[in-house]
């Protein structure tokens, strides 16, 4: 048998093989999300949600009513929602802070933004201003409803700047991906699907997941995989990588999640047929892809230049929120909120972070590691 359990014999020579009905177990990605064709199947959207999944080329926004009542957005309330994404919390925003308020929203990946901000231009009826790299926006009188800006996050105070306010009402992040990126093969975030080793978040990065395992050096890769990602392999997977590279660069999702499987002593059929097996299992590649991918895009240097700057970008009685997902981030932003509230920039600070309820959890599984956070400032006078 061929080394890949699943593939399948090549047609006879001479033989044009007709293109095959993808069953009920398809492997195609485009075949697999028929929900990305709602002309052809209209109701596959609420066939999907029904079952607790998420539509592919769509996104739940997790803890959004604790998000709401953390950050109460009020009618004329100016939000800065710094990772767009779907725009399924900006459209929460919107909806309480009009009339008279105003989304400011922004994104790395420039592709979603724009489909986004069609999004919610259709939901609400509101024109949406698109902001790209290297545009200034127009002060047009009175400003837009809804100004998107294909900007990272640390540039929030360059923002604060451009829109010519003295502060924000609100600041909210929802860090790392969306699920359309998650579920997109061609971006290289998932070893769910093959797809080539991208990972970057913002396609303007100089490189990609692939450059860097072709690289770095044993110890850098196994100290990010440590890390990043708490991977106990670190080692292993460092050493297979830099080995496995001599021969043949590492380009591919699956090639990289077979070496991690072959770094850690498994197969792929007894990870599938594991005894102990409970929903919620971390893949034995999870940790591999989120160090790479934190990597990739610097997240956490990003992350640094955002917390230092929202409480100067605050108005008076300002809310400032976080959303994480793993403890490298939490605990930036934990140390973050505290140091600014002895600092006095901050009046308060949640006193335990929120995390979802099973309800949640079970509706969204993509949840389950979410972390929220707040702080507001005090009335300045
Ligand atoms: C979890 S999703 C946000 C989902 C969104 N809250 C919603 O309800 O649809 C995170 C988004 O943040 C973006 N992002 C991540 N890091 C960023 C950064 N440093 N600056 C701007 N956007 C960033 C990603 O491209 C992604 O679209």
Redesign the pocket.
């Known amino acids: 048998m061929s080394p890949d359990e699943h593939s399948e014999p090549g047609p006879s020579p001479g033989r044009r093989r007709r293109p095959r009905y993808p069953g009920t177990h398809p492997k195609r990605f485009e075949h697999r999300y028929k929900e990305l064709e709602p002309d052809k199947h209209p109701d596959m959207h609420d066939h999907i949600r029904a079952q607790g999944r998420t539509p592919a080329g769509t996104?739940v926004?997790v803890l959004l009513d604790e998000v709401m009542t953390a950050l109460a957005p009020q009618p004329g309330d100016v939000v800065v929602d710094?990772?767009?994404?779907?725009?399924?919390?900006a459209e929460a925003f919107l909806r309480r802070i009009t009339p008279g308020g105003r989304l400011i929203g922004?994104?790395?990946?420039g592709e979603?933004l724009a489909r986004t901000g069609q999004r919610l231009a259709d939901s609400l009826g509101e024109p949406v201003a698109l902001v790209l790299p290297g545009d200034v926006p127009s002060r047009g009188q009175p400003p837009p409803t809804i100004r998107l800006y294909h900007r990272?996050?640390?540039s929030i105070g360059r923002v604060l700047g451009e829109e010519g306010i003295s502060g924000f009402d609100v600041v909210f992040a929802?860090?790392?991906?969306?699920s359309m990126?998650i579920d997109d093969p061609a971006r290289g975030f998932s070893f769910k699907h093959d797809g080539p080793l991208d990972m970057r978040?913002d396609v303007r990065r100089p490189h990609t997941a692939a450059d860097l395992l072709a690289s770095l050096d044993v110890q850098t890769l196994a100290a990010a995989l440590r890390t990043l990602a708490d991977e106990p392999a670190a080692d292993a997977i460092a050493r297979l990588i830099v080995n496995r590279r001599g021969r043949q660069p590492i380009t591919r999702t699956r090639e990289l999640m077979r070496l991690v499987f072959e770094a850690k002593g498994i197969s792929m059929r007894q990870w599938r047929e594991r005894p102990e097996r409970r929903p919620g299992d971390l893949h034995p590649a999870a940790r591999t892809f989120q160090a790479l991918r934190i990597l990739v895009n610097d997240?956490l240097s990003?992350l640094e230049q955002l917390l230092r700057q929202v409480p100067y970008c605050l108005r008076s009685g300002g809310r400032f929120g976080v959303i994480s997902f793993h403890s490298g981030e939490d605990d930036r932003v934990a140390a973050a909120l505290e140091s600014g509230r002895q600092a006095g920039l901050y009046e308060s600070v949640c006193e335990h972070s929120i995390t979802p309820g099973p309800t949640e959890v079970t509706s969204n599984p993509r949840s389950r590691s979410a972390c929220l956070r707040w702080a507001a400032v005090g009335c300045r006078l």
């Open positions: 996104h926004p710094c990772t767009v994404g779907y725009g399924g919390h922004l994104d790395l990946d979603q990272h996050f640390g929802d860090l790392g991906l969306s990126q978040m997240e990003g």
